[in-house]
C-alpha cells in the first residue's frame, strides 16, 4: 500500500559505473520529482515531470537522466557516477490541482559511490 | 526567487522543554508553507502545513502560525518528547515551485 516507492533503498557502486533508480506512486497524481539531499541534509529538486513532460531541470549534469515511461514512474539513471553522487535521493509526487496538499515522498535511496 | 531559511541546528533539548524552531521565507506571492520531518535512517513525513495567512498548522503536539506580515513560520511545541529527535525542514509551495530550507536537527536527550 506504499504510496510512493524507490528501489533500492540503498546501492553502493563503484565510481564510474552507471546505475538507475527506480521510483512508482500509486496516488494517481500527475506529477512527480527526484530530489537530492546531501551529506549536510540540504534538499535541492532535479528535475520534476508532468504526464511525462519534463518541466524543471535544475543545473544538473547531464550524466543523470530522468525517465518516465508512464506517470506513475520517474526513473533516475545514471551515467558515470563520481564520489560526489553519493548523497540521498528521494522521490515525490504531487497532484497540480490539489496545490497546498503537499508533497508525498519516498524513503529514499542512500547511493554510496566508492 | 524564493527562499526559505531556518535557524542553525543542531538544536539540544532536555525531554518536556519548550521547543521553537524559526523559519522566514521569500516568496513573490502568496505559498503555502509547510514542516517536514525526517526521522534518522527514514524519508520525509508532512508534519503540518497552511496554505493561507493566519492559518495555523498542527499535529503531533507541533504547531506553525503562518504570519504573513513577518514572513514566518515558526515551529512550536510545548513539551519534547525523546521521540521527536529528528531533522526538521521548514519548506514552501508556490505553483510549481517547492523550495525547502536547509533543515534543522534536534536532539531531545532523557
Known amino acids: 500500500d506504499t504510496a510512493v516507492s524507490q528501489t533500492p533503498k540503498y546501492l553502493v557502486t563503484q565510481m564510474g559505473n552507471d546505475k538507475s533508480i527506480k521510483c512508482e506512486q500509486n496516488?494517481?497524481?500527475?506529477?512527480m520529482y527526484w530530489y537530492k539531499q546531501d551529506s549536510k541534509k540540504f534538499l535541492k529538486i532535479m528535475f520534476s515531470?508532468?504526464?511525462?513532460?519534463?518541466?524543471i531541470n535544475e543545473t544538473v549534469p547531464n550524466r543523470f537522466s530522468p525517465k518516465s515511461p508512464d506517470k506513475a514512474h520517474l526513473n533516475l539513471h545514471i551515467n558515470s557516477l563520481e564520489l560526489g553522487d553519493s548523497a540521498v535521493y528521494f522521490c515525490?509526487?504531487?497532484?497540480?490541482?490539489?496545490?497546498?496538499?503537499?508533497?508525498?515522498f519516498g524513503s529514499g535511496t542512500r547511493l554510496t559511490v566508492v | 526567487g524564493d527562499l526559505v531559511t531556518q535557524m542553525e541546528g543542531p538544536v539540544t533539548l532536555s525531554e518536556e522543554a519548550f521547543l521553537t524552531i524559526n523559519c522566514t521565507y521569500t516568496?513573490?506571492?502568496?505559498?503555502?508553507l509547510f514542516w517536514y520531518v525526517q526521522y534518522p535512517g527514514e524519508g520525509l513525513q508532512l508534519l503540518l502545513k497552511?496554505?493561507?495567512?493566519?492559518d495555523k498548522g498542527s499535529n503531533k503536539g507541533f504547531e506553525a502560525t503562518y504570519r504573513k506580515e513577518t514572513t514566518s513560520f515558526h515551529l512550536e511545541k510545548g513539551s519534547v518528547q525523546v521521540s521527536d529527535s529528528a531533522v526538521y525542514f521548514c519548506?514552501?509551495?508556490?505553483?510549481?515551485?517547492?523550495?525547502f530550507g536547509p533543515g534543522t536537527r534536534l536532539s531531545v536527550l532523557p
Open positions: 515525490a509526487s504531487s497532484q497540480e490541482s490539489l496545490t497546498g496538499k503537499g508533497y508525498t
Open positions: 496516488l494517481g497524481h500527475d506529477t
Open positions: 515531470y508532468n504526464n511525462k513532460e519534463l518541466i
Open positions: 516568496a513573490t506571492g502568496y505559498p503555502s
Open positions: 497552511a496554505t493561507k495567512a493566519d
Open positions: 519548506a514552501l509551495n508556490y505553483g510549481q515551485n517547492f523550495v
